[in-house]
T-cell receptor, first 116, second 115 residues
Framework: AQSVAQPEDQVNVAEGNPLTVKCTYS??????LFWYVQYPNRGLQFLLK??????LVKGSYGFEAEFNKSQTSFHLKKPSALVSDSALYFC??????????????FGQGTTLQVKP | DGGITQSPKYLFRKEGQNVTLSCEQN?????MYWYRQDPGQGLRLIYY???????QKGDIAEGYSVSREKKESFPLTVTSAQKNPTAFYLC??????????????FGPGTRLLVL
């Protein structure tokens, strides 16, 4: 079965330090990978996605993610964290050719806490 | 959240009552989706629609119903058959469901609580 795992419920980092939010996936075909951010009581905001090509994807608000096919990972990174980055982050996967289902498979989410 | 509106922001349901959550988009997207979010479980797909007058069940459709009479609207009804409706409900849309790389954009959500 296809799945997405975010192994850390919470990540704590000091402001100005680099941050990483981990995501691994298990799918039977070629994946399309997405990262979303959610602030309290709000909807999800799209950050970035990997479709094909360069394994390093740059997105909104200075975030980037690295696709690693051999490790089946798509970790979200930012060189210098801001307090305002504190939020809930979701990784999601969609299968190439899965257009008939329209389904995104989500990880359980990782809370990022950036301390001043 | 831009382009997708959900109402109300909070909704209270009494036992045995059906309630309807509104979702409207002005993005001219063909595909629309309903997800349910519970703490620690990520998002789960309830229903989706690829085009007007068509919709498909997702992973957790039992106790829910939808309609897609207009391109911009995709209301979700939580029926009395849904025994555990307390959750945060998110509507999303994408240009099309036929291309797997299309990004889904989300509305601000509706929090449903049971009285």
């Amino acid at each position: 079965a296809q799945s997405v795992a975010q192994p850390e419920d919470q990540v704590n980092v000091a402001e100005g330090n680099p941050l990483t939010v981990k995501c691994t996936y298990s799918v039977s075909g070629n994946p399309y990978l997405f990262w979303y951010v959610q602030y309290p009581n709000r909807g999800l905001q799209f950050l970035l996605k990997y479709i094909t090509g360069d394994n390093l994807v740059k997105g909104s608000y200075g975030f980037e993610a690295e696709f690693n096919k051999s490790q089946t990972s798509f970790h979200l990174k930012k060189p210098s964290a801001l307090v305002s980055d504190s939020a809930l982050y979701f990784c999601a996967v969609r299968l190439y050719g899965s257009s008939n289902t329209g389904k995104l498979i989500f990880g359980q989410g990782t809370t990022l806490q950036v301390k001043p | 959240d831009g382009g997708i509106t959900q109402s109300p922001k909070y909704l209270f349901r009494k036992e045995g009552q059906n309630v309807t959550l509104s979702c409207e988009q002005n993005l001219n997207h063909d595909a629309m989706y309903w997800y349910r979010q519970d703490p620690g479980q990520g998002l789960r797909l309830i229903y989706y629609s690829q085009i007007v007058n068509d919709f498909q069940k997702g992973d957790i459709a039992e106790g829910y119903s939808v309609s897609r009479e207009k391109k911009e609207s995709f209301p979700l009804t939580v029926t009395s058959a849904q025994k555990n409706p307390t959750a945060f409900y998110l509507c999303a849309s994408s240009i099309t469901a036929r291309q797997s790389q299309e990004t889904q954009y989300f509305g601000p959500g509706t929090r449903l609580l049971v009285l």
